[in-house]
């Protein structure tokens, strides 16, 4: 859990707050200036760019749904998913985990030194130093790794660190995600739909 995740004060201030960073539901009726139809980088953002959620055009159906509840790869790898494990995560304070997961995603996809660079040195800065108030919680030996690798950054220079951060999201926060009323209303609103047609 990171060392924010009770604390209110980790919202972010509104001179640091990402614009429209994504808006949580799966279909194409928000204007979020964020939104991308393909993976890829949002636009619009003040910061790191992320990934966008990926192709939301329609609601879950509810054996998707269902199945976020068998395992938590399932979970990460569906962009409905992603977005309402996210708003979850927000309502815990601990947001900053699947941005850093997300932001890391970003930064494999790319190929150009100083692209990579940039990307790296803003993920440092926005998630792994003691300075943020958007830090996430790792332990010393992996910070170790990423100190000596930022001296050369590459897209794979924070992977320690994004799987300990995936894996923290998976023991931490993921069972208690399943018995939020978030996952539950989601679920009963899916099936309801789903019997209605």
């Known amino acids: 859990m990171s060392r924010h995740e009770t604390s209110p004060t980790t919202v972010q201030p509104a001179s640091n707050h990402r614009p429209n960073a994504c808006c949580f539901c799966w279909c194409c009726c928000c204007s979020c200036s964020c939104r991308r139809d393909t993976v890829g980088s949002l636009a619009g953002c003040n910061t790191i760019p992320l990934p966008s959620c990926g192709p939301v055009s329609a609601k879950p159906t509810p054996e998707e749904v269902q199945g976020w509840a068998q395992s938590f790869d399932k979970l990460m790898k569906s962009p409905a998913g992603r977005n309402v494990f996210r708003e979850f995560l927000r309502t815990e304070y601990s947001e900053e985990n699947?941005?850093?997961?997300?932001?890391?995603?970003e930064l494999k996809t790319e190929c150009n030194k100083h692209t990579i660079d940039e990307k790296a040195r803003m993920i440092y800065e926005d998630y792994i130093s003691i300075l943020s108030p958007?830090?996430?919680?790792?332990?010393?030996?992996?910070?170790?790794?990423i100190n000596r690798k930022m001296q050369e950054?590459?897209?794979?220079?924070?992977?320690?660190?994004?799987?300990?951060i995936y894996t923290l999201m998976h023991r931490d926060s993921y069972p208690r995600f399943l018995n939020s009323a978030i996952y539950?209303?989601?679920?009963?609103?899916?099936?309801?739909?789903?019997?209605e047609s």
Do not use: G
Not at 154 to 163: K, V
């Open 134 to 145: 958007k830090e996430v919680s790792l332990d010393s030996r992996v910070r170790e790794v």
């Open 98 to 105: 699947m941005l850093f997961w997300l932001a890391c995603e």
């Open 153 to 164: 950054p590459s897209s794979h220079t924070f992977d320690d660190a994004q799987l300990q």
């Open 184 to 195: 539950k209303s989601l679920l009963q609103t899916v099936s309801h739909s789903s019997s």
